[in-house]
């Protein structure tokens, strides 16, 4: 059992020992370490890397001597993997591709946080809206994923339908639309996760849902696993959740394509 996305102090996570101890603790055979980075210098999200601290490109070579400080103990048996999830929008494909080739990850998720601006997990971005104008973030989502995609920038396409977590736009979404990023993922290295992040709290919801997780198998599109834990106390919950899912379903997730 291995969980592929983690967070920790070095963006909006616990600290990096006690999270690597967690997953140590936890059982699993390897944690990957993927804090959240922002690139882009458009006033909005260069706003959120700011208050959020997502500048993992200024501090990755830090993190890196962090992590080989708890490979290189001997009371740990789990494996820890260099990773890093990118904000993704089309207009910074340029620079992310350029820190990525600097930076050289162990591998790379990528994420869509943010339609036109707003980051679909505020609710309080959509409560105003028309329905048309909820639909029409819905498939500006859409698209931003397929380009995501399509780029072929990540190992990893994280959390596949967060739109799900928002009120006003769960269930907005259409077979149709899932048909459109599985036959996306199916031309594609980059393969998607199944995420935890909300699976064990009140919400309940498993990214993806059950009817697009159908939809990627009928394409036969290999899966990855991540608890999208924040919090050391959080890593051995959402891991058992999600070694029971994969069991209950007969599903064989795949490490990252970077870690191959």
């Given amino acids: 059992m291995n969980d ?3 967070h920790t102090n070095y963006s909006d996570g616990g ?4 999270m690597v101890e967690a997953a140590d603790a936890a059982g699993l055979e390897g944690v990957g370490l ?10 909005q999200p260069a706003t959120v890397r700011t208050v959020y601290g997502f500048n993992l490109d200024l501090t990755y070579e830090r993190r890196r001597r962090a992590i080989e400080a708890q490979r290189d103990r001997e009371d740990l048996s789990v494996s820890i993997y260099d990773g890093v999830e990118m904000d993704y929008d089309r207009r910074d494909e340029v620079e992310i591709r350029e820190f990525l080739a600097d930076a050289d990850f162990e591998y790379t998720i990528g994420s869509v946080h943010a339609v036109d601006g707003l980051n679909v997990q505020v609710p309080s971005n959509f ?4 329905e048309p104008e909820l639909d029409a973030i819905v498939e500006g989502y859409v698209d931003d994923l397929v380009s995501l995609i399509e780029s072929e920038l990540f190992d990893v396409a994280a959390h596949l339908d967060l739109i799900e977590r928002t009120p006003a736009l769960r269930g907005r979404a259409t077979t149709d639309q899932y048909d459109r990023i599985a036959r996306a993922l199916a031309d594609s290295r980059t393969v998607p996760e199944i995420n935890a992040g909300r699976a064990v709290a009140d919400m309940a919801i ?3 849902s059950e009817t697009f997780l159908e939809i990627l198998q009928e394409y036969d599109v290999s899966i990855t696993i991540g608890t999208d834990s924040h919090r050391p ?3 051995g919950e959402r891991a058992a959740f999600l070694e029971a899912f994969v069991a209950e ?6 490490v990252p394509p970077g870690l191959n």
């Fill in 127 to 130: 409560t105003a809206m028309s």
């Fill in 249 to 254: 379903r007969d599903l064989e997730p795949v």
């Fill in 34 to 43: 993927t804090d959240h980075c922002t690139v882009s210098t458009r006033e």
């Fill in 206 to 208: 498993v990214h993806p």
């Fill in 4 to 6: 592929f996305h983690t």
């Fill in 15 to 18: 600290f990096l020992k006690g």
């Fill in 233 to 235: 106390g959080e890593i």
